[in-house]
């Protein structure tokens, strides 16, 4: 079964400031990766995905993310970030032909001025 | 071209009183997912539908939930007899064809039950 480890579970920067999300996943077959923000009340919006090819993928919003595949790892990053950026993040990850996502238990990234 | 449309956005309900969640896909899409987020936890997948069908109901809890997906109308995701554990926000997920193309999330139901 897969499973997803989110280390951080709030995450808290200042404006222009770079950050990093962390995002493990364990996994014996191969998967496709996704990264979800989730403003507050509201629902889910798909910043980025990764299904084959290169391993760095740029999303919307400025982020991008690696996939690692020797460190089952696919972390999220933004060199430079702004207060609207404030929201939960979410990674989840999907087997590959399956139909269900499983998803970490999030990072709340808090902007400060 | 709508996205995802849930409603209510908000719902309370009492002890023992049933809900009833709609969710209409995306324009085009036929596949159906329902997740559910408790207080400070990540989405948990709930059911897999198709049109008509129940293609994958393995995070459903074995009783009081059930969903359907109807040939017309919108997908209905049912809680009988509401206890106040099933106080959560509820996501519907719509997609064309699968998962590898992502999903596409509703602004989700918030249930209370007081």
């Known amino acids: 079964a897969q499973s997803v480890t989110q280390l951080d579970s709030q995450v808290p920067v200042f404006e222009e400031a770079p950050v990093e999300l962390r995002c493990n996943y364990s996994?014996?077959?191969?998967?496709?990766l996704f990264w979800y923000v989730q403003y507050p009340n509201q629902g889910l919006q798909l910043l980025l995905k990764y299904l084959s090819g290169s391993t760095l993928v740029k999303g919307i919003n400025g982020f991008e993310a690696e996939f690692n595949k020797s460190q089952t790892s696919f972390h999220l990053r933004k060199p430079s970030v702004h207060i609207s950026d404030t929201a939960e993040y979410f990674c989840?990850?999907?087997?590959?032909?399956?139909?269900?996502?499983?998803f970490g238990q999030g990072t709340r990234l808090t902007i400060n001025p | 071209n709508a996205g995802v449309m849930q409603n209510p956005r908000h719902l309370v309900r009492r002890r023992g009183q049933e809900a009833r969640l709609r969710c209409s896909p995306m324009k085009g899409h036929s596949h159906v997912y329902w997740y559910r987020q408790l207080p400070e936890e990540g989405l948990k997948f709930m059911v897999y539908l198709q049109k008509e069908n129940i293609i994958d109901e393995s995070g459903m809890p074995k009783e009081r939930f059930s969903a359907e997906f109807p040939k017309e109308g919108p997908s209905i995701l049912r809680i009988q007899q509401v206890v106040r554990g099933d106080s959560a926000a509820y996501f519907c997920?719509?997609?064309?064809?699968?998962?590898?193309?992502?999903?596409?999330f509703g602004s989700g139901t918030r249930l209370t039950v007081v």
């Open positions: 989840a990850v999907n087997l590959q032909g399956a139909q269900k996502l499983v």
């Open positions: 997920a719509s997609s064309a064809t699968g998962i590898s193309y992502g999903y596409t």
């Open positions: 996994s014996s077959v191969s998967v496709y």
